[in-house]
């Protein structure tokens, strides 16, 4: 199971951080690139990029200059850095685990809406 | 990096059975197996029904098949339900190692 946390609203020109908590399996496993995507209002997803458990990442080349991603061994959890956001950036936001054999998007987190406004 | 292209929607009566098209280019849908198709309920998260172009994760039902030709990738679904009704979302790999989604189609069962 994954889960997405962290603020709901924010700012223009904030830093926006989530967490996405593995449950039920280990984040070390070194079978799975950990992603995460997003759904702008009204519209398709949109991959952001993803980092596997040795912090080897791979970007949206649309987001790469503002985004950053880690991962926590200890505590079973990645994490989403994204700059200076925008209204533009207003969008449920989603983790998910991508298996090393078919690279398709096998768990999902249940999503975070995450709102950029004045 | 452009979005793989999908129509916008589509529609079906139960019983019956439809196709989703989504085209992408040579450096992904064209030359990846790693095709893979997503089921999303309204405000649900999407669901992984389709891998590697034509597979079927574990109690994904077999009315849901998924196929390749060129540069496009096709879903269908035969013997439409109405809980089918959902926004439909592929996804491929790409040889520059990222990830790229359809726009999504929205399904209608009438």
């Known amino acids: 199971q994954l889960q997405e946390s962290g603020p709901g609203l924010m700012k223009p020109s904030q830093i926006l951080s989530l967490t996405c908590s593995v449950s039920g399996g280990s984040i070390s496993s070194g079978i799975y690139y950990w992603n995460w995507i997003r759904q702008r209002p009204g519209r398709g997803l949109e991959w952001i990029g993803n980092?596997?458990?040795?912090?080897?990442?791979s970007y949206n080349p649309s987001l790469q200059s503002r985004v950053t991603f880690s991962v926590d061994m200890a505590k079973n959890h990645f994490s989403l850095t994204l700059n200076s956001v925008t209204a533009a950036d207003t969008a449920v936001y989603y983790c998910?685990?991508?298996?090393?054999?078919?690279?398709?998007?096998?768990?999902w987190g249940q999503g975070i809406l995450v709102t950029v406004s004045s | 990096q452009s979005a793989l292209t999908q129509p916008a929607s589509v529609s079906g009566s139960p019983g019956q059975s439809i196709t989703i098209s989504c085209t992408g280019i040579?450096?992904?849908?064209?030359?990846?197996?790693?095709v893979s198709w997503y089921q999303q309920p309204p405000g649900k998260a999407p669901r992984l029904i389709i891998f590697d172009v034509s597979n079927r994760p574990s109690g994904i039902p077999s009315r849901f098949s998924g196929s390749k030709s060129g540069n496009t990738a096709s879903l269908t679904i035969s013997g439409l339900q109405t809980e089918d009704e959902a926004d439909y979302f592929c996804g491929s790999y790409d040889s520059t190692n990222t990830w790229l989604f359809g726009g999504g189609t929205k399904l209608t069962v009438l």
């Open positions: 998910a685990s991508v298996d090393f054999g078919d690279y398709s998007f096998d768990y």
């Open positions: 040579s450096s992904n849908i064209g030359t990846s197996d790693h």
């Open positions: 980092i596997d458990d040795r912090g080897t990442t």
